[in-house]
Each structure stands twice: as C-alpha cells, then as structure tokens.
C-alpha cells in the first residue's frame, strides 16, 4: 500500500468517526455517519497493513512516513477503544502510538497522543494521571504550535477540577485562551476530525471542568451555556455529538448546583434522548455525573423521575451492543 493511500484511507476513517454536517440535532434522530462497530474492522485491518509495511525495507523518508501514519491509526484505535469503555486497551494502544510518533520524530504527534492518554485516564477516573499526562504532552506542544497546545492544558483543568484544585483549574483554562493567540495548525491538525481542537471544544472541557467546582457554580454556568450554544448548529464544522452531549449535561450539573431541577432536566432531555449506537463511554460517564450531581444536593426525591430516565439510559452503553 503506497504512503499517500493509506492517508486517504486514514481520512475517511476521520471523517467516519465524526459525525458530518447536515446531521439532525442532538435528539432529533442524528446518526454518525457510521457506527464505530462497523469502523474498528476497517481500522485494525489499517494498522495491520502499516505494521507489515514496516517490516519492508523503506527509506527514511518513508519509514518516517510509515510510522507517522500507523502513530495516527494506533491513535484512533486507542479513541474507539476508549469510546467502548475499555481503558486498558485504549492505554495500550496509545502506547503504540507514542512508539511510533517518536520513531517519526513529530512533535505534534507527540502532544496529540499525550492527550488522547489524558482524555482516556481522566474518563477512567484516574485524575492525577490525566494531569501527568496533559502537563507531559504541554511541555512537547510548546515546541508544536498545533491546536494541541489547546486541548492540553484545558485537559489538565478539567483533572485539577477533579481532584479539588480550584486554583490550579482555573490558572490552566486560562492558559488554554492564551494559547489560541500562538497556534499554528501543523501536519497533525490538517487530519482534521479527533486530530484537531476547536473554540467550541475549548469551551465545553471548560464547562466540564469548572462543573467539579462547587466555588466556580457562575462561571460553570457562564461556560456550559456559551457551549451549549457553539454545538446548536450541526452543520457548524466543529459540531460533534458526544462534545455536545457533554456540553448539556455540565449545563446540568451547574443548574442543580443553582438547585434549578426543572432548567437541569431541560438541559440533560436531548441527551437521554440518544440511541444506544450513540451512547459512548464520555456521553455515559457525563450523564452519571448528572445523576451524582442530583443525589449530592439532596434532590433525589423531587428529582426521582430524571434519576430514573439516567439509569434506564446507562443500563444499555455502546459496549453492550453486539459487535
């Protein structure tokens, strides 16, 4: 398989995995393009033909481009893992990944990579690793410039948030806005799909982190609500089913916080109204977290109906569909 083919056949995989435009809006019956059941053949049998490859006699330039290509497809078999709910796969896989970025010798892919483990130990509910990992992969995107440079320190937010450290949430999502003014979008980037950041993402990692903070309830509002807003608009390029699920549920979150039962059950609806092909580990986890949020400002009895609809909607995840 020449280079420049399996980077057609790595963009269709991007493009598959994301939802395109023209979808119908979150709860009105939208589909991904294909469901990542029918996509993980595809990609396993690419990685595959990248390995064999490999195993050829290639010139540098060539084996540089060979391990770029299987870091990406290794990359996106450690997001499919981890949208099915399997960390440990989606970990070794994303160290397969590492392995090859570093043999490409490619920064951006570099960084991309140590926030894909981020995003996968933060969902795992391993907060200080994703911290470790999102401050490893800062520290190589200082050299980058893509929009990586972005999504690592607001990853890095949301594993303070987590843990309780207010301060240090606050002080990342504020270097996350800065870092938009020195971005420059590299090879990594023109993947588009899950290899890029956008506003709109920057937007609801925020939410999502400041939603852990009982002493930031306005500002979880305030950033809830503008990416609520940024994912209104399905035919919007950076539109994505699962960032907007996320983005209503931390809407949610912030509402109960403001012990606003009715404004959270109108913000979690589109949500709960997900088919299970569209219910992937994140969209799961943030709806749980709505459940917690419930129970912890002691509205489980005014709120039972909507604690019933959340369990009725994680009893059937992704991964329990058959393959």
């Not at 005014?302 to 058959?322: M, N, V």
């Amino acid at each position: 398989m020449p280079v420049l083919s399996g980077l057609g056949l790595i963009a269709v995989l991007l493009l598959a995995v994301k939802p395109q435009r023209g979808d119908a809006p979150l709860g009105k019956g939208k589909r991904p393009s294909r469901p990542l059941t029918e996509l993980l053949g595809d990609m396993v049998e690419t990685q595959d033909t990248l390995f064999a490859l490999l195993e050829r006699r290639q010139t540098p330039q060539q084996a540089r481009q060979l391990h770029f290509l299987t870091a990406v497809t290794s990359g996106l078999l450690a997001k499919a893992s981890h949208d099915l709910a399997d960390p440990h796969a989606a970990m070794l896989q994303a160290r397969t990944a590492v392995l090859c970025a570093d043999q490409a010798d490619h920064n951006g892919l570099r960084a991309w990579l140590r926030g894909l483990q981020s995003m996968v130990a933060y969902w795992a509910g391993r907060y200080a690793e994703a911290v470790r990992y999102a401050e490893a992969g800062t520290n190589i995107a200082a050299s980058a410039a893509g929009t990586t440079s972005v999504w690592l320190p607001v990853s890095a937010a949301r594993g303070y948030a987590a843990l309780g450290n207010s301060t240090k949430a606050l002080s990342a999502i504020r270097a996350a806005e800065e870092a938009w003014n020195r971005v420059e979008p590299d090879e990594v980037d023109e993947l588009g799909g899950i290899c890029t950041f956008n506003q709109p993402r920057t937007l609801y990692y925020a939410a999502d982190a400041l939603a852990w903070l009982p002493d930031a309830a306005d500002q979880a509002v305030d950033f809830s609500t503008r990416a609520v807003n940024a994912y209104a608009n399905p035919n919007d390029p950076a539109w994505a089913f699962g960032d907007q699920a996320g983005s209503h549920s931390d809407l949610a979150i912030a509402r109960i916080a403001a012990r606003d039962l009715e404004g959270a059950v109108e913000a979690v609806r589109p949500v709960l109204e997900l088919p299970p092909s569209q219910r992937i580990n994140g969209i799961i986890n943030s709806v749980q977290r709505v459940h917690q949020a419930v129970t912890r400002a002691g509205l489980a009895v005014e709120g039972r109906d909507l604690l019933q609809q959340i369990e009725d909607f994680t009893s059937t995840p992704l991964k329990a569909l058959p393959r």
